[in-house]
């Protein structure tokens, strides 16, 4: 299972929603379900407007070059490889969006993070999975809790319930 947070804090958040969900679709990223929209003040002392944020589990499969060349592949190491095809993905949905990477933080058109990418975990410069600060965010739990059984387990987390019940 594949999950992604998304968020917005310029312009129109349902319209860049609803762009990145047509823009993932023509790269091959199939959105299978979506929380509803949870709408939170800005945090990190940069950005300056309300953020609306959403988790949506997505499918991203296999191409048939992948299936063929990348079969004599350890299964670890294809779902890293495919790990960062997601992300570079996402990236480039975000820079259609108008994202911009000057300040972390800042306010954005769009966000694309890979929450959870089955269950791998990552810990590499470019990236790390699970996400490494999904278990302090109610903007990514609570709607991320609306897609899963109460019961569903993070990948070095824990239980996503009681991730919930720890949020101050």
């Not at 959403?54 to 191409?63: D, K, L, N, R």
């Amino acid at each position: 299972m594949i999950f992604i947070g998304v968020g917005s804090s310029v312009g129109n958040a349902e319209v860049q929603f609803a762009k990145a969900e047509a823009d993932l679709k023509q790269k091959g990223v199939l959105v299978l379900k979506k929380s509803k929209l949870l709408k939170n003040p800005p945090q990190g002392g940069v950005a300056q407007n309300e953020f609306t944020n959403a988790v949506w589990q997505v499918e991203f499969p296999e191409t048939k070059w992948e299936k063929i060349n990348c079969c004599l592949l350890p299964q670890s190491r294809r779902q890293k490889l495919k790990a960062y095809k997601l992300l570079d993905l996402l990236q480039s949905v975000e820079k259609n969006a108008g994202r911009t990477r000057d300040k972390h933080w800042e306010d954005r058109t769009l966000d694309l993070d890979i929450l959870m990418l089955n269950r791998l975990t990552l810990s590499q410069q470019r990236l790390l999975l699970p996400h490494p600060l999904l278990a302090e965010r109610s903007f990514v739990l609570l709607p991320w809790q609306e897609l899963v059984d109460k019961d569903f387990e993070i990948p070095k987390f824990g239980v996503i319930e009681q991730l919930i019940k720890r949020l101050t």
